[in-house]
């Protein structure tokens, strides 16, 4: 069944819907602006959802100053260049999950183009086809008169035929 069709047997069969889910016809519209403004996932951040405020701390803050030996130096020196590492990945990561973020609303943006597109094209093809009706209807006072005057034209030739076998009888 198609959406105009939904809309309007719902809005014949006197179903409770709610005042926006109405008919066209009387101008009334199913958008729902909860539905408009719901989040695309339910983790996305948002004004409502600000994510989450943790960062990342690998060592301990040092609030206290202390002497280090040779091996804990070296130590934090190689583990220091293994999250240098770490952080130049993750950087990349951060930049191909952004890349991917930037095509998704690309394709977002673009498909809620189309669907205005479609929706501008199906109010067209609408005023078309009432268009159409209307003109249907200024036609039918017309074909009232040339289905009147068809039926006087078969009551006159049935009328002449009655006449003609009254003479015919009357002779023979």
């Known amino acids: 069944m198609g959406i105009l069709a939904r809309i309007t047997s719902a809005a014949k069969s006197g179903s409770s819907k709610s005042s926006n889910e109405s008919s066209l016809a009387s101008g009334g519209h199913g958008i729902d602006k909860n539905r408009v403004l719901a989040p695309t996932d339910p983790t996305v951040i948002n004004p409502v959802n600000a994510g989450s405020w943790e960062t990342v ?9 202390r002497y280090y030996n040779k091996a804990e130096a070296d130590a934090l020196k190689q583990f220091s260049k293994q999250k240098r590492e770490e952080a130049r990945q993750a950087k990349r990561a951060y930049k191909s999950l952004q890349s991917l973020e930037e095509a998704d609303a690309q394709v977002h943006t673009a498909h809620r183009g189309y669907i205005k597109k479609v929706a501008d094209q199906e109010l067209t093809k609408k005023r078309a086809d009432v268009s159409t009706a209307r003109h249907l209807h200024t ?16 009551d006159k030739a049935s009328q002449r035929v009655e006449e003609l076998k009254a003479k015919i009888k009357e002779k023979y």
């Open 57 to 65: 701390r690998t060592a301990p803050i040092n609030d206290t100053p």
């Open 139 to 154: 036609q039918r006072p017309e074909y009232a008169g040339l289905g009147f005057g068809l039926d006087r034209a078969e």
